[in-house]
């Protein structure tokens, strides 16, 4: 039965073969088209998540002293503990919600697009082409995980690489997996610190930064960024307008003074 | 001074501009009917163009001589710049309302512009700047409305808002203050995205900063431009006061900058040759330093064409710098993912329709409101 704790994933790349089923069982619950693309010597396809592709897989070949060895990187939103998107929003139309993930709202968007620019990880997509565009981004299921049901994705993997649990239970199941496997992993959590924590999780046996994996990310907060800013105004607004009230007051004096002499 | 009827309306300028607005127009219907992708270049990696960084970044900073001279004049009773106020906070107006038809424009769902009005987000800079466009549209409204009043003859009207000026011009002061800092503070998210040479945790200062160099020297291009073409006398003490304000803020911005540079990338990587380089030096270069050694020279500050040549160095300075922020500094991250921007046509033309009405909006308003002084002080 649906417990009520915040949920968050658990993403093992060394269990993922690549099938590409969750990229098929994401299009068919979310009702996405495709869009075409084209040989361009890479097997990761589409090249970028876009407005009907919420998740895809990077197929990534590295030369392991003369063996080519393979890495596939399920790549989607990590509904962040402290979404920069949502932060940033100014209508409330993404959201972190008590359960984990990151909802967008077409009805109260305006299509600013700050989204777009905050996102670290380059996540929300726009439906450029149409003339009622809405943003479009992994919505981590969000009507499957308030009924109880597991996301869309994780649900066909063959390969368990997904360990969908309460945001607590994913982190510490990626540091057990880590400190029972010596040797199986690389000693970093990805998504325990970056961007101030985010819902998924990754682990894996090649270091995140051959992977594609942003590795500048501030372990801060992101909504801080802008906060810093926004926090200053009362004060901003006491200063101006005493400074104001002060020269125009003592100006005046000055203009009266001229006139009487 | 030119009366009313002396001023030309159906100039080949502005036959031309007419045409512009008219060519603009018909794209915005279209980018109406067809979307943002059939009329521009942006892109999942290029959310923001030209529109953003042009019209709204440019347009607002343009718009900053408006709260200064008005602050100047009723706040800080410099009674010498009472001559050019109207004009200031006209134009100021006009850049408003130039810059909110293009956000409107430019957001996917104009029809809810409306939104942040009554969807309240107060962690978000973007709603900050939504409110601070809407009361400060409303507060330049106010402050131009004696022009409208008189040329009806509603003295009364026009006699209550002088009535209550000064207040409304330092509720202006407030809200320029906290609007041209927070378009900074948009972009305080886009850390690790933008380049150091403009990202850094002042940008929203650095905002403010240049947009009162923007202001000043607009303000003096205007009067300017205005002699030339509208009949209206310029003084020469005006724009000597004007160029020095110019030039204190200029020597304020070029150290604000230069210490960001330092504690940022560093000094010798502004001449490393990359193309965020190059571009932080043209916009340092026209916009900063040439202008501060030119006005440093007392006739420079004297001459109105060395004063007008220097407004287009500072004008074209701080536009360019609001391009780098929104373009060119997060330009190669971007492209190195295989996407790239450059504005289509259609982009261009509706930039160009937006500066064509605020030219003409300020041509009529002069032919018939009282914006320039006849001879003897008003009010």
Known sequence: MADTKPKGVLVDLTRCIGCRG???????????????????????????????????????????????????????????????????????????????????????????????????????????????????????????????????????????????????????????????????????????????????IYISGVPFETLGFNMAIPAQPYPDLTWAYIKKIPAVIGVVIAAGAVSWAITRRNKNMDKEE | MKSENEIKMWTPTTAFLVLIMIFGLVIMVYRLFKGLGAVTNLSDRFPWGLWIGVDVLGGVAMAAGGFLIAGAVYILNMKKYRPIVRAAILNAFFGYLLAATAITLDIGLPWNIWHPIVMWQIHSVMWVVAIHVVLYTSTLATESSPMFFEKFGMEKAAGFIHKIIVPVVLFGVLLSTLHQSSLGAVYLIAARKLSPFWYNSQVPTLFLIS???????????????????????????????????????????????????????????????????NMYLLEMIVGVVLPIILLSMKNVRENMKSIFFVDILVISGVLLNRLNVSIFGVYRDQAATGFSYFPTWMEFVVTFAFIAFAIIGFKVSVKYLRVFPKTEAQH
């Open chain 1, 22 to 200: 969750c990229q098929i069982a994401c299009k068919e619950w979310n009702e996405r088209s495709v869009k075409k693309t084209v040989m361009y010597g890479n097997f990761t396809n589409p090249p970028e998540l876009n407005s009907e592709c919420y998740t895809n897989i990077r197929y990534i070949e590295q030369d392991n002293g003369g063996v080519p060895v393979w890495s596939f990187v399920k790549n989607q939103c990590l509904h962040c503990k402290n979404p920069a998107c949502a932060s940033v929003c100014p209508v409330e139309a993404l959201k972190k919600t008590e359960a984990g993930p990151v909802t967008y709202n077409f009805e109260r968007c305006i299509g600013c697009r700050y989204c777009m620019l905050a996102c670290p990880f380059y996540i929300p997509k726009y439906e450029w082409e149409k003339a009622v565009p809405w943003v479009r981004k992994c919505t981590f299921c969000s009507e499957r995980v308030a009924n109880g049901l597991v996301p869309a994705c994780i649900k066909v993997c063959p390969t368990q690489t997904m360990y969908y649990s309460d945001f607590d239970g994913v982190r510490a199941e990626a540091e057990r997996r880590i400190s029972e496997n010596p040797g199986k992993y690389v000693s970093h959590i990805y998504g325990k610190e970056e961007a101030g924590g985010t819902s998924w």
């Open chain 2, 211 to 277: 947009a009162v160099m923007m202001g000043l020297s607009m303000v003096s291009f205007e009067t300017i431009l205005s002699e030339k073409y509208l009949g209206h006398k310029a003084d020469i003490g005006i724009l000597s006061g004007l160029a020095r304000g110019t030039l204190i803020t200029g020597v304020i911005l070029f150290i604000a900058k230069i210490w960001f540079l330092f504690r940022g990338p560093g000094i010798p990587a502004a001449f490393n040759g990359t193309m965020e380089a």
